[in-house]
């Protein structure tokens, strides 16, 4: 069974940076997109930010860009996010999530429905 285990989640001081890293036991350049997501408490799960297989791109969350970086090495099988400059309001517990099949573009990235396998989570907690 395709599964993902995320690492990384810690305490932060606002202005500071974390890396959290999903190590997937598939092969992950077989999938269309990864992602990751966080849900905040009392709050929905929202996108934050995803990358596409191939030539796909890239696309970020309004409140992370420019802040947060997604790749992916598909040799390791690693998803990472790296997150800088944090705030207070991305602390949440941080979801990754592979798509077998995900039309390209903004308008898609961020709907769950797509996404067919997730990690447990790993939980972030930033200061001010």
């Known amino acids: 069974q395709a599964q993902f285990v995320e690492s990384g989640g810690d305490s ?4 500071g940076s974390l890396r959290l890293s999903c190590q997937a036991s598939f ?3 077989g999938r269309a997109a990864l992602a990751w997501f966080r849900q905040a408490p009392g709050k929905e799960r ?9 030539a796909g791109g890239t ?5 992370v860009k420019d ?6 090495d598909n040799y390791k099988n690693i998803l990472t996010l790296q997150m800088n400059v944090l705030k ?4 949440g517990m ?3 999530a ?4 995900l039309p390209v573009g903004g308008r898609w990235w961020k709907s769950q429905s797509f996404y067919d396998t997730w990690g447990e989570g790993t939980q972030v907690i930033v200061s001010s």
């Open 12 to 15: 932060a001081q606002a202005g």
């Open 27 to 29: 092969y992950i350049g």
């Open 46 to 54: 929202e996108g934050v930010a995803a990358i596409y297989a191939g």
């Open 59 to 63: 696309y970020y969350a309004d409140s």
């Open 67 to 72: 802040r947060f970086t997604i790749s992916r």
């Open 88 to 91: 207070p309001e991305d602390s």
């Open 94 to 96: 941080y979801y990754c």
């Open 98 to 101: 592979a798509a077998s099949s």
